[in-house]
């Protein structure tokens, strides 16, 4: 019985270190998107353009 309920918390740890990994991951990856999306459009004026509608 204890060697059933060790397995299983074994498990659960090993479900619980592999969900952290892949948010770990995931962003990082997307922390890189945006860090690239940024430099790519810093030859853009700092402040957006402001269109007059009459």
Known sequence: ?????AASVLSALLYAQG?????????VLLKERAHAEIAAGSDMPSVPAVLEVR
């Open 19 to 27: 969900l952290l990994g892949f948010a770990a991951l995931a962003s």
């Open 1 to 5: 019985m204890k060697t059933k309920f």
